[in-house]
């Protein structure tokens, strides 16, 4: 199969702005006006709505207060679906200690901050294919983060 | 319609969206990228308050552009190199519709002063709160809802990202009339003259030469993992007896898939033993309160074809997502610990 020259050229820009656009940054981070009790919840359902479950949400608080800290509100939301973590876990073992993937969400003030790790960070050319899942939970992340941002 | 026209159709609805993204708005571009640490009003967080009135005039638009595009390397603010010129100039807008008037303008002209006689001052004057080498000032921003002493931490005069990006007539400017709503105060009001404050911006500008913070990093795995010559129960026993051996409590124990599958149908060769140290805990949150990402402490124990293995994430590999040179000190501690315990639980 022959392409032109212009055909060609618009081929490697595309690829290149897909590539420059997929790279981002480490953390992925949203705030939102919702206090702490309306964003987790908003968060759990969201999540709900992405077709993942939340198989548990750990306190980090505990002791918070006594050390000093003006916050009794500190959660990490652990999630992922039941397909993708077997699948995960037995073809790419080296993913284990960051699964189930995880979300921070913490009081600041009257607003609420949530951040997760860019998956992508954990794309390896040795194992292009679990790039397919990292990409996926990555936009979901963002897309989630989204509309937390945007909830009042 | 053929492969090509396709091909072509595809290109250009891409170049399309891709263009339209570059058009979004400072606001947006302001929400999704800066808000998190500096709030979304510009009143600090983790980040600086942007909004005070003091710093709105005594910054440049240059300076806030070259500090979005090179960040402060070990301090948290980290480079956008990704975003475009004219995404960093919209957000630069944006944050200026808090400015109530015009800010100050500085020509590019070097100060010449005495650094011996800056550095004797320095050492007086500015050591207490930036540090005795411009290191700056520990922990992370304004808030994290905890009382903090200073409402901004000291700025780091020593990092490259601020050395770049603010002229010395602006460091200049700043150490003559203070900084309203900070703790820096107006230093020609504390006794010093006019020659006296060029004497410090020259001894400041000195640490151009001195700038560590070039430093290579190393690479790191995203994990550690050990293979254990024992059998999968032994091997988690042993992985709580190294977790309290190293003053962690242990929290909780859970199967990898528990919570995600229907009760009884977890895989029980895949197991998680979380445990917490509370002083380890508040030593890293007052680093960066963002470090839940960390926690809590985990290590997975999994036999895979009789194989067992016991693996964590790497905490040196995790901390350079947070450009806290701090946080990465902490995060050495961490994998000694995480090391230590994998290599005496699969002895």
């Keep these: 199969m022959k392409y032109n020259n212009l055909t060609k050229v618009l081929i490697s820009l595309t690829l290149f702005l897909f590539i420059s656009t997929s790279q981002a940054e480490q953390l992925l981070m949203a705030r939102t006006n919702q206090g702490f009790p309306e964003a987790m919840l908003k968060l759990q359902e969201t999540l709900s709505e992405f077709k993942y479950s939340v198989s548990r949400v750990q306190r980090i608080d505990i002791g918070l207060t006594a050390s000093g800290y003006q916050t009794d509100k500190y959660r990490i939301v652990f999630f992922g679906t039941e397909k993708e973590i077997a699948y995960l876990s037995k073809k790419y073992p080296h993913l284990l200690p960051y699964i189930p993937w995880k979300i921070a969400i913490f009081a600041e003030q009257q607003d609420t901050l949530l951040v997760s790790a860019n998956p992508m960070q954990l794309s390896d050319k040795k194992f292009p294919g679990a790039d397919r899942y990292l990409m996926k939970w990555k936009k979901d992340i963002e897309k989630i983060f989204q509309i937390l941002r945007e909830s009042e | ?347």
């Design chain 2, 1 to 347: 319609m053929s492969l090509k026209s396709h091909i072509l159709l595809s290109a250009v609805f891409l170049l399309a969206s891709t263009s339209l993204q570059a058009k979004l708005n400072g606001e947006q571009l302001y929400s999704n990228h800066c808000s998190a640490c500096h709030g979304a009003n510009g009143d600090g967080g983790v980040g600086v308050p942007l909004a005070l009135p003091d710093f709105q005039y005594g910054v440049t638009n240059d300076y806030l552009t070259k500090t979005i595009r090179l960040g402060r390397p070990g301090r948290i603010m980290p480079a956008f190199t990704k975003l475009s010129n004219k995404e960093i100039k919209a957000i630069v807008k944006h944050i200026r519709t808090w400015a109530p008037g015009k800010p100050f303008k500085y020509s590019n002209k070097k100060i010449n002063g005495n650094i011996k006689h800056g550095k004797e001052i320095y050492a007086k004057s500015c050591a207490a709160c930036h540090g005795a080498t411009g290191q700056g000032g520990k922990g992370t921003g304004v808030t994290f809802s905890r009382p903090r002493d200073l409402p901004v931490i000291a700025p780091a005069l020593n990092n490259p990202g601020f050395l770049a990006s603010a002229p010395d007539l602006m460091i200049k400017t700043v150490l003559m009339n203070g900084r309203e709503g900070t703790p820096m105060l107006s230093f020609l009001k504390q006794g010093l003259s006019e020659k006296d404050i060029d004497d410090v911006v020259s001894y400041v500008r000195s640490f151009e030469k001195n700038s560590a913070v070039k430093k290579i990093k190393e690479k790191h795995l995203p994990y550690l993992s050990y293979e254990s010559p024992n059998s999968m129960e032994e091997t988690i026993a042993n992985v709580k007896k190294a977790a309290i051996g190293k003053n962690f409590r242990i929290i909780r124990e859970q199967y990898l898939n528990e919570g995600l599958v229907k009760e009884g149908k977890e895989n029980k060769k895949q197991m998680m033993v979380y445990f917490c140290n509370f002083d380890f805990l508040n030593r890293a949150l007052a680093l960066d309160p963002r470090v839940g990402l960390f926690l809590p402490c985990r290590l997975t124990i999994t036999e895979e074809n009789g194989k067992v293995t016991v693996s964590s994430i790497n905490p040196l590999y995790m901390s350079s997502f947070f450009n806290n040179e701090e946080l990465d000190k902490l995060c050495q501690e961490m994998h000694d610990v995480y090391t230590d315990m994998i290599e005496e639980s699969t002895f």
